[in-house]
């Protein structure tokens, strides 16, 4: 099962070789109390200790699948479930240092049901998490 | 004995659910409070949706059977911006409606919410939403499902919105559309969370309906007739049992006198603290049956 908070405990790791690391992922619950189809995910902003790494520069990770915001917001047949987790992808040479580290994430969710100018909706949490591996 | 007949929505669980609640958790705690009804997400607990696989199927159909609840409303949603640069054609919404309607009743459910998308902050529906509607009613009418947008604030009963839906039914003299109402709108105290989210001054601001948009609970009586299902919102239910935003002596009261007959479905909103929900659950059960009750013995007015 998935944990009650949005960012995950698992799954917040470095990716890329070892020793040359490219980046991390941010594992997250779906940002939204239902299923979802992708193309209403607009995606996610990510900071890590006050560093922020801007919506249009990662991707998602769901299953076998990585999209960036561009094929995320075509995406209108592949859904995410409310039981099936994803990956934020972070482009950082070099990834992050082993350790807590302050973790925010801020989903943005649109909901046709929203009036068109609010549409984009921000969820956002944070927590402290830790990076294991190097 | 009341008339009213009792549910729960799986939506009032939400965030606890798939972390510290499966669907046969869900199914217990609402078969535990004395309800006989299951209200769902479509896209939420229909694993797989839209295309569950027969495993799952044969599980839903034992939990059914296994905790006595008759599947009420199954919610939906229409995708209307389907991109940001697109919205659904005609076409394409009402197959995403026919989808979901023949997905409804093969689950047992006899009303669907669609949620359609809006056009203003008044929550107007996107004109298209009648195109979508009307081709699917011969088929919501052999597969016995009324198909019940809800009346959800900010938008009240006396406005636009409300008349266009009942102009529509008037229209077409259909029986398979009808009013869902979200008790929401009788909020009459502002709310401190919404969901997951504590309520800070900007979101008052933005949102102004979290005040509570205070409906007049009378003003049930006038459009009852056209009212198929009730989703009974709530967020917040203290030790005396007392609800700290909806005023329910006046709106059980209004229910009663109208001839309402049909499900009072909880739907808790309040904080997402992990199994909060639970025990508001039962909480609100026991107030709304402990009101038709008195309702029924001539002591609430």
């Given at each position: 099962m998935l944990e009650h908070q949005l960012i995950q405990s698992t799954g917040f790791r470095n990716i890329g070789?070892?020793?040359?690391?490219?980046g991390f992922a941010v594992r997250v619950r779906i940002p939204n109390y239902h299923g979802t189809r992708l193309s209403q995910l607009d995606g996610f902003t990510v900071t890590v200790d006050g560093e922020v790494f801007p919506f249009e520069q990662n991707r998602l990770g769901i299953r076998d699948e990585v999209y960036t915001l561009a094929e995320l917001r075509e995406e209108t047949t592949a859904r995410w479930g409310l039981l099936e987790w994803g990956e934020i992808l972070v482009d950082k040479p070099g990834g992050l240092v082993p350790g807590v580290h302050h973790v925010e994430v801020l989903a943005r969710i649109r909901y046709s049901y929203f009036p068109p100018d609010v549409h984009v909706f921000p969820m956002h949490e944070a927590r402290m998490a830790t990076i294991c591996v190097a | 004995m009341g008339s009213l007949q009792y549910g729960v929505s799986v939506y009032s669980y939400v965030n606890d659910y798939g972390s510290v609640m499966t669907l046969e958790d869900a199914f217990d705690h609402i078969a535990d409070t004395g309800a006989t009804g299951i209200e769902i997400l479509g896209e939420g607990?229909?694993?797989?949706?839209p295309e569950p696989s027969s495993a799952w199927l044969d599980r839903w159909f034992g939990l059914v059977d296994r905790y006595k609840l008759q599947p009420t409303n199954f919610c939906a949603w229409v995708?209307?911006?389907?991109?940001l640069t697109r919205n659904l054609t005609v076409e394409e919404g009402a197959a995403e409606l026919a989808r979901d309607l023949r997905l409804a009743h093969r689950l047992g459910f006899k009303f669907l919410r669609p949620k359609f998308g809006v056009t203003s902050h008044e929550l107007d529906?996107?004109?298209?939403w009648q195109a979508y509607v009307e081709r699917n009613l011969d088929l919501a009418h052999q597969l016995g499902i009324v198909i019940c947008p809800e009346i959800h604030a900010?938008?009240?009963?006396?406005?636009r919105v409300t008349q266009g839906y009942i102009d529509f039914i008037e229209r077409t003299g259909t029986t398979n559309f009808g009013l869902m109402i979200d008790?929401?709108?009788?909020?009459d105290r502002p709310l401190t969370h919404w969901g997951s989210h504590q309520i800070n001054d900007e979101a008052r601001k933005h949102m102004a309906f979290l005040n509570g948009i205070?409906?007049?609970?009378?003003?049930f009586l006038d459009i009852a007739q056209y009212?198929?299902?009730?989703?009974?919102k709530f967020h917040d239910i203290d030790d005396s049992l007392?609800?700290?935003?909806?005023?329910?002596r006046p709106v059980m009261s209004a229910i009663k006198r109208s001839g309402y007959s049909g499900w009072l479905s909880s739907e808790y909103e309040g904080l997402?603290?992990?199994?909060?929900?639970i025990d508001q659950v039962r909480r609100q059960q026991v107030l709304l049956r402990k009101l038709e009750a008195e309702f029924d013995a001539g002591v609430l007015a």
């Amino acid at each position: 099962m998935l944990e009650h908070q949005l960012i995950q405990s698992t799954g917040f790791r470095n990716i890329g070789p070892v020793g040359a690391r490219t980046g991390f992922a941010v594992r997250v619950r779906i940002p939204n109390y239902h299923g979802t189809r992708l193309s209403q995910l607009d995606g996610f902003t990510v900071t890590v200790d006050g560093e922020v790494f801007p919506f249009e520069q990662n991707r998602l990770g769901i299953r076998d699948e990585v999209y960036t915001l561009a094929e995320l917001r075509e995406e209108t047949t592949a859904r995410w479930g409310l039981l099936e987790w994803g990956e934020i992808l972070v482009d950082k040479p070099g990834g992050l240092v082993p350790g807590v580290h302050h973790v925010e994430v801020l989903a943005r969710i649109r909901y046709s049901y929203f009036p068109p100018d609010v549409h984009v909706f921000p969820m956002h949490e944070a927590r402290m998490a830790t990076i294991c591996v190097a | 004995m009341g008339s009213l007949q009792y549910g729960v929505s799986v939506y009032s669980y939400v965030n606890d659910y798939g972390s510290v609640m499966t669907l046969e958790d869900a199914f217990d705690h609402i078969a535990d409070t004395g309800a006989t009804g299951i209200e769902i997400l479509g896209e939420g607990q229909v694993e797989g949706y839209p295309e569950p696989s027969s495993a799952w199927l044969d599980r839903w159909f034992g939990l059914v059977d296994r905790y006595k609840l008759q599947p009420t409303n199954f919610c939906a949603w229409v995708d209307t911006r389907v991109t940001l640069t697109r919205n659904l054609t005609v076409e394409e919404g009402a197959a995403e409606l026919a989808r979901d309607l023949r997905l409804a009743h093969r689950l047992g459910f006899k009303f669907l919410r669609p949620k359609f998308g809006v056009t203003s902050h008044e929550l107007d529906p996107d004109p298209q939403w009648q195109a979508y509607v009307e081709r699917n009613l011969d088929l919501a009418h052999q597969l016995g499902i009324v198909i019940c947008p809800e009346i959800h604030a900010p938008t009240p009963i006396r406005h636009r919105v409300t008349q266009g839906y009942i102009d529509f039914i008037e229209r077409t003299g259909t029986t398979n559309f009808g009013l869902m109402i979200d008790t929401g709108i009788f909020q009459d105290r502002p709310l401190t969370h919404w969901g997951s989210h504590q309520i800070n001054d900007e979101a008052r601001k933005h949102m102004a309906f979290l005040n509570g948009i205070k409906v007049p609970p009378e003003q049930f009586l006038d459009i009852a007739q056209y009212v198929v299902f009730i989703q009974a919102k709530f967020h917040d239910i203290d030790d005396s049992l007392e609800d700290l935003n909806i005023p329910w002596r006046p709106v059980m009261s209004a229910i009663k006198r109208s001839g309402y007959s049909g499900w009072l479905s909880s739907e808790y909103e309040g904080l997402r603290s992990p199994w909060r929900a639970i025990d508001q659950v039962r909480r609100q059960q026991v107030l709304l049956r402990k009101l038709e009750a008195e309702f029924d013995a001539g002591v609430l007015a």
